[in-house]
């Protein structure tokens, strides 16, 4: 096998495999700070509304962003990671959304008189999973208890599974009022979709692909996984090839955590079939090199996006976002999560819903909105907060922009995480001084490292015995 070599790219990021083979561990993605492992068992309804209370306090607060979780699927796919209940019984749906219905009016009233909604996220599962009269009847119910801008103004966006749905289908989904749609790829190639339980043509993909865009879709994203079984440098070739080919607006390549002991499904994967190492960095480094190459601009982490499309003009502007659902552009817009398992994050608050359908359906059924944990940010957690968002999404950070309790310096204030970040300086991949951080283009794919530097809970005392394996490697 030959040996990866630093590929000078786009001036928006730099492979360098002996440097990412170097630093490589296991670390948080950072779509939320603290992150979900660190949330409070017990987090009661009361602390939530107090939270809803200090959006309020705002006087002008922006808009919302809703996330509606639909966990099932008609099939298992077996690299899966998220809440989801595989069964073809649609009967399910049916009980599901009654439930759903009674949990939007509960937070709706909540948020009587702040409730303009700018950004809507249906994710799952497979939210096509609903039939189109269910979706209909979802939307009209939520636009009943918020106030959603125009499709002129929003962000409405709905995952796709292509194996689901009909071009048609594509088309009613945009009349429904969805502008933004993202469609799960993964690997086009036969033998590592068998592999996974995820057989898949391009044709039947394609063929969504050019329906969301005939039906003017603002945004089309795919999603694309390396370090899958049976996949090799030579197989990802022809994939990016007819990805390439379609062009969508943003593309998102995941590395494949192999993590059985926390994702029962992962268990059906043969570990013999997964690539090595050495092969995930050749896989990585060739899909960066054919991306950008392409005129797509790195976002950060696993995103891409072409020029003219908003999450590259947002970078620019300032104004990209990280949450829950990875990159946005609606940068601190309070999010209400609805669902099994959903994470709000309000009025510096994080709430989880119960991730048990049987335990939701009994919160509600009590009159109580489903919070089973979550936590209230301290002045700290802000702080930090913002320090690793402006890292993640713009790869600097200006000490002006900080407001440090007690007035402390910036320097003074982090001085054991500046410590912690000398030797990635020492190594090339960022610059500290007085006015703050820059990370230099060798070091934006690994922004996962630096960013845990100013992580406290990592670096808090933990008690003894060993420390369970929460977190994916940074590459």
């Known amino acids: 096998m030959s040996t990866p070599k630093v590929i000078p790219l786009t001036p ?92 939007i009016a509960m937070q709706a009233k909540l948020f009587t008189g702040i409730n303009q909604v700018d950004q809507l996220h249906f994710g799952g599962g497979t939210p096509t999973y609903l039939t189109d009269e269910q979706m209909e009847d979802l939307l009209a119910y939520l636009r009943q208890h918020f106030a959603f801008v125009s499709d002129q103004e929003g962000e409405f966006s709905v995952e796709v599974d292509p194996r689901t749905v009909t071009p048609e289908r594509i088309h009613t989904l945009r009349r429904q009022g969805f502008n933004r749609i993202s469609l799960g790829i993964q690997d086009f190639d036969p033998e590592v979709q068998q592999a996974v339980n995820r057989i898949q043509p391009y044709e039947q993909t394609i063929a969504v692909l050019e329906a969301a865009r005939a039906a003017d879709f603002r945004s089309i994203s795919v999603d694309l996984i390396y370090g899958l079984p049976k996949q090799t440098v030579a197989s990802m070739g022809p994939t990016l090839d007819k990805v390439i080919g379609a062009r969508p607006d943003r593309i998102a390549i995941y590395n494949y955590a192999h993590m059985p002991h926390l994702f029962k499904a992962q268990r059906l994967i043969d570990a013999d079939l997964l690539p090595d190492g050495e092969t995930k960095l050749e896989m990585l480094g060739l899909c960066i090199a054919r991306l950008t190459a392409a005129g797509y601009v790195y976002i950060g982490m696993d995103h891409f996006a072409l020029p003219e499309d908003d999450l590259a003009r947002s970078q620019v502007d300032g104004e990209l976002h990280r949450n829950f659902q990875g990159y946005s552009t609606h940068a601190d817009a309070d999010m209400v999560a609805l669902g099994v398992s959903a994470i709000s994050d309000v009025g510096g608050s994080y709430a989880q819903n119960e991730k048990v359908l049987s335990a939701y359906y009994e919160r509600l059924d009590a009159g109580e909105l489903p919070i089973v944990r979550g936590i209230d940010l301290t002045e700290d957690d802000l702080l930090r907060r913002s320090v690793i968002g402006k890292l993640m999404c713009d790869f600097e950070l200006h000490y002006a922009d900080l407001t440090i309790p007690g007035g402390q310096a910036a320097a003074d204030y982090f001085a054991a995480d500046l410590a912690r970040l000398k030797p990635l300086e020492e190594q090339g991949l960022l610059t500290a001084d007085g006015d703050g951080v820059k990370v230099k283009m060798r070091g934006r794919l690994l922004i996962r490292n630096v960013c845990m530097a100013f992580d406290s809970y990592l670096h808090a005392p933990r008690e003894e015995g060993p420390s369970p394996i929460r977190y994916s490697r940074t590459i």
Do not use: W
Not at 51 to 66: K, N, Q
Not at 78 to 94: F, L, M, R
């Open 12 to 103: 928006s990021v730099e492979f360098d495999a002996a440097l990412v083979r170097k630093l490589n561990q296991m670390g948080p993605r950072y779509t939320s700070y603290p992150t979900a492992d660190r949330f409070i068992k017990g987090y009661a309804q009361q602390q939530y509304e107090e939270a809803v209370e200090r959006v309020r306090a705002r006087g002008t607060p922006s808009g919302l962003s809703l996330y509606i979780h639909i966990p099932f699927c008609e099939s298992l796919c077996y690299y899966c990671a998220c809440n989801k209940i595989i069964t073809q019984d649609h009967s399910k749906a049916v009980t599901y959304l009654d439930y759903l219905r009674r949990e």
